[in-house]
């Protein structure tokens, strides 16, 4: 089997008692707001761990990254100049495509619009780059829930920058454009959430969680995978993220 684990690890040097445990249970992590400029990321402790790691980001803020148990055939980061927001690698005949999606802070913002523009670049740029008659899995923090289930409290949500019908509408055609959602697959109606706020008390004990991370697979892709599931220990040890793990598993392609 493969597995394949996505996290935002919101900051990776703060992080590394976490993903490193991680990092032997899964075989490719992808990690989102690394939140450290390249020359400053902790490459060397993934190589005494004996894995693989390429990444792309900027000082504290963004940046993302995918470590390995062997190594990519090939990877490169930066859509239009979204250098540390996006990064792929190719396994063999698997493209893994990484993506951290801005978050958007109001709708009424600039950045909301920055949003909405950056889901744009990313469609044209997945219309072009990928064979969907091929093994491509697109994964990541996309700062989207994208139906009622996904969410705690629909209803009071609804104008949220992560839950706006306007970036659900782009969420879902980046889906349509021929990916599957993978955990949807395994666990069609099911309350599984991937982000639990700091700021909201005892989040996880009273289940007041998102989706907004999500392992989409082309076709071919979705057919050989086992199931996709959640990590909530890694959110409720020392330390965490405000993100969970979320892993996929694959028959070997």
């Given amino acids: 089997m493969l597995k394949v684990c996505t996290y935002n690890v919101n900051s990776i040097r703060k992080r ?57 055939d090939e990877y490169f980061s930066g859509i239009n100049g979204e250098k540390d927001r996006v990064i792929a690698a190719r396994f063999g005949k698997l493209w893994v495509i990484n ?7 109001s709708i009424e913002s600039e950045y909301y619009r920055y949003k909405l523009e950056f889901f744009k670049k990313l469609k044209e740029f997945l219309s072009e780059f990928v064979d969907f008659k091929g093994y491509y899995l697109l994964c990541g923090d996309m700062n989207v829930a994208p139906e009622d289930i996904d969410v705690h409290s629909p209803d009071k949500l ?61 076709e071919k892709l979705a057919e050989k995978s086992k199931d996709c ?7 409720t040890t020392e330390k965490p993220s405000d993100h969970v793990p979320l892993v996929a598993e694959f028959e070997k392609v």
């Fill in 158 to 218: 609804r104008n949220h920058v992560c839950f706006h019908e306007d970036v659900k509408k782009a969420f879902k055609e980046i889906v349509q454009l021929g990916f599957v959602d993978v955990l949807r697959k395994h666990h069609p109606k099911e309350r599984i959430y991937t982000f639990y706020d700091y700021r909201v008390r005892d989040a996880v004990k009273r289940g007041l969680g998102w989706r907004v991370d999500h392992i989409l697979a082309t």
């Fill in 229 to 235: 599931y959640v990590l909530l220990e890694y959110r």
């Fill in 16 to 72: 590394l008692h976490i993903v490193f445990p991680l990092m032997e249970k899964v075989d490719i992590l992808c990690m989102q707001e690394t939140k450290v400029e390249d020359r400053k990321f902790p490459e060397a402790d993934f190589h005494l761990k004996g894995y693989h790691v390429v990444f792309s980001g900027g000082k504290a803020r963004n940046g993302v990254a995918i470590a390995s148990k062997f190594e990519p």
């Fill in 99 to 105: 993506v951290y999606a801005p978050q958007g802070q």
